[in-house]
């Protein structure tokens, strides 16, 4: 064990977190609405909802990895991508990064919120429509609050997963914590110590965001 | 007995000792043509295939070359996953310090290529720099070269020569990009999110024969400074106990087993087949 | 097409040996996985606080640190530490693991984690009466648990095992640091010789969603057999 080369590479790698960081936030954020309107193409049993449905199929399916390459390399031999304004985005390694990984958080969040959806129980709608709200205010105020409730707990799991995801960032050039840990190994070659100090920063996150979701779990609880 | 052929299954899965002490592994990529690379049956070829085969034929060992990733090369090497590395590899200070190295056995010319149009192509330069020898000429040429990539997206495999080359600060701060393979720098090369690239220029003219894709070398060949003296095989730091002996051992073997090899034009017979020039040193 | 031609100029046979790969070491890393998972589910379960603190370590770290970064630790530590074992009896030559085992021992751990959860879930909820009943009737503890809970365990997990599967497999994508040839490894060898990265790697998605498909409707119809009689 080579102890200096794990206090010497700590703050390194500390400065690819706010990388990590960035990539999660900008993926959870884009995620969170594509999630939504898939989920809402869900709920009726149309023509829409089985391409929601195929979408939400084809994301959960294939590892994050092959989508991430398919985006990255593979888009970049698309013409109608290369040659026009698209590859303004596709070109930057961060943005193909962050589509595929909104992409994939948006396929497992639209799942999380249809069944929460599904859950909710038509006696709210009741409600509400007893006393003269309308049918959007219903959907608004009522059913997607709720809906996000009941989804805190598998969501806080997905958000886990996805800080995890974002670490494959580093197979498209990009400097996440995954990424300096095997920019660090490639000059001193000693592996453990570094993917040691590396793991150590993610469990860490994955600690902060577990208690976050707990915190809001009991806060947003309604037997309090 | 059914729990003893389990057991005996599970033994010989897991197990595999390395007892025979002449018979040695070599790693190399697979994925750095014409140095070594893979055809579409999952074979490897290329120079120090075929190269590393003849050494050990003169070295009387029996071989086996197995494949492993760039990234992993050295600490594999440590951890005795195999015996020599023959990977393209540049005798340097910086792994010098984790592994020895045999004596050279051909020289890795770097080069920055471009895809054609671009405007770094007119870039004025002698035609290959020595690092080692500095001097008015190399000072000029860097300073252009500096000048032509400032703000420029280069990209390099890494953990290479080419990448601590383009950070010493010799051409100033470019943005930098690092790949896992030399496959995928060519890819990002030709589809335009590289400006230039950095790497042995055999690794572009094969690609570019290949592919047809228009990439050109530009500026001047670089050696000597960061770019290491030559590529050798890369063998195991011994200590004094048995294992350290043998490494030693095969360290002498195979600088034997070189200069044998370039006295008798095999090196250079080799460098010709898949370089199309004589890069033996 | 002629890129998936058989034989030696098309990647096709290449691609079918390595979706057979990615079959046997995702079953393997599965199996693997049940194995932890029945050493790790008890110490969970466990009064005994540093049991307890053994199997939350394992579960917490393997869940919250990143695949990638869990295989390449196992890939760069294992032998090492196997080794460093052997030291100690006196065993000083190399010992190789070979890439198949290490690429299913690594996942191994990683659907150990998720598979130990299952578990801990599935028994949990399973009527405390019948661990008092079959207390009564004097079974002994180790009869207990393997004839009465754990077969109830097995049924009661099936539907969240199912999901332990899809991570299994979708996870052996990243295993190709082992140097093991399966799906991803091969469409990465097959991008970078033949240029054309968009093909490959969508056939690859065609193939693990292929994979992903035919595995559910096994699943499912195991999950109708178990579930008889309930």
């Known amino acids: ?224 | 007995m059914f729990k003893k052929t389990i057991l005996t299954i599970f033994t010989f899965l897991l197990l595999t000792a390395n007892v025979y002490a002449d018979k040695i592994k070599i790693g190399t990529e697979g994925a750095y043509p014409p140095w070594n690379s893979k055809d579409a049956s999952g074979n490897l070829n290329g120079f120090e295939v075929d190269l590393a085969n003849e050494l050990c034929k003169i070295m009387k060992h029996e071989c086996t070359i197995v494949e492993q990733d760039w990234d992993g090369m050295i600490p594999a090497l440590v951890m005795r996953k195999f015996d020599a590395i023959m990977a393209g590899m540049s005798i340097t200070d910086e792994r010098m310090k984790t592994i020895n190295f045999s004596q050279g056995y051909a020289d890795e010319v770097a080069s920055l290529a471009v895809m054609k149009g671009s405007d770094l192509e007119g870039m004025s330069t002698p035609e290959g720099i020595n690092l080692n020898l500095g001097g008015g000429d190399v000072d000029k040429a860097l300073k252009t070269i500096t000048g032509a990539l400032s703000g420029k997206t280069v990209c390099t495999q890494i953990g290479t020569i080419h990448q601590n080359f383009l950070e010493s600060g010799d051409v100033g701060k470019v943005d930098l990009r690092t790949y896992k393979t030399q496959d995928e720098v060519n890819l990002d090369l030709s589809n335009g999110r590289c400006d230039a690239a950095l790497a042995a220029a055999v690794a572009f003219t094969d690609y570019a024969d290949k592919s047809g894709e228009a990439v050109v070398l530009v500026g001047p060949t670089f050696s000597g400074g960061a770019f290491g003296n030559g590529v050798g095989v890369g063998i195991r730091k011994g200590g004094d106990d048995a294992i350290g002996k043998r490494d030693a051992k095969l360290l002498k073997d195979f600088n034997k087993a070189i200069n044998k090899a370039r006295k008798d034009g095999t090196i250079s017979k080799l460098a010709i087949k898949w370089f199309g020039f004589d890069a033996s040193m | 097409m002629d890129l998936l031609a058989f034989g030696k100029t098309g990647w096709g046979d290449e691609l079918f040996v390595a979706a057979l790969m990615t079959i046997a070491v995702s079953i393997t890393a599965m199996l693997i996985g049940f194995i932890f998972a029945l050493i790790f589910t008890p110490l969970k379960l466990s009064k005994n606080k540093f049991l307890n603190l053994i199997a939350n370590s394992y579960t917490t770290v393997i869940r919250g640190v990143p695949e990638l970064l869990v295989i390449y630790l196992f890939f760069f530590g294992g032998s090492g530490a196997l080794m460093y074992v052997a030291s100690i009896f006196g065993y000083y030559e190399y010992i190789e693991i070979n890439a198949f085992i290490t690429g299913s021992v690594a996942i191994g751990i990683i659907s150990g984690a998720y598979s130990t959860e299952v578990f801990r879930g599935a028994i949990q909820s399973i009527d405390k009466g019948q661990f008092e009943a079959s207390k009564v009737l004097g079974f002994k503890k180790h009869i207990h648990f393997f004839k009465i809970i754990m077969p109830q365990m097995l049924r009661l997990s099936i539907p969240n095992l199912s999901n332990v599967w899809q991570i299994t497999l979708k996870d052996t994508s990243l295993i190709s640091v082992t140097g093991l040839v399966e799906i991803m490894r091969q469409s990465y060898i097959a991008a970078g010789s033949t240029r054309d990265p968009l093909f490959f790697y969508s056939f690859a998605a065609v193939l693990y969603l292929a994979l992903t498909f035919l595995s559910m409707q096994l699943i499912n119809r195991l999950e109708l057999k178990y579930n008889k009689g309930y």
């Open chain 1, 1 to 224: 064990m080579d102890i200096d080369l794990i206090i010497t590479s700590f703050p390194k790698l500390l400065g690819g977190a706010l990388i990590t960081l960035k990539l999660l936030f900008a993926s959870m954020f884009f995620g969170i609405f594509i999630g939504l309107f898939f989920a809402i193409l869900r709920i009726r049993n149309n023509f829409l909802s089985k391409i929601a449905y195929a979408y939400s199929y084809i994301f959960r399916g294939t590892p994050l990895l092959v989508q991430i390459f398919i985006i990255y390399y593979g888009f970049a031999e698309i013409d109608l991508i290369r040659k026009t304004f698209l590859w303004e985005a596709f070109k930057e390694p961060y943005w193909c990064a962050i589509i595929a990984f909104a992409l994939n958080t948006g396929a497992y969040t639209s799942e999380i919120l249809r069944s929460a959806f599904e859950t909710i129980k038509i006696g709210y709608i009741e409600a509400g429509k007893s006393l003269g709200i309308s049918k959007k205010l219903i959907f608004y105020k009522i059913q997607i609050p709720i809906a996000i409730k009941q989804s805190l707990p598998a969501y806080g799991n997905e958000i886990i997963l996805m800080l995890k995801g974002t670490s494959l960032a580093s197979t498209v050039t990009l400097m996440d914590i995954t990424g300096i840990a095997k920019y660090i190994i490639s000059t001193t070659f000693k592996p453990i110590e570094v993917f040691i100090v590396a793991g150590s920063i993610y469990l860490f996150m994955t600690f902060i965001i577990h208690n976050v979701i707990k915190f809001l779990e009991k806060k947003y609880s309604f037997n309090n």
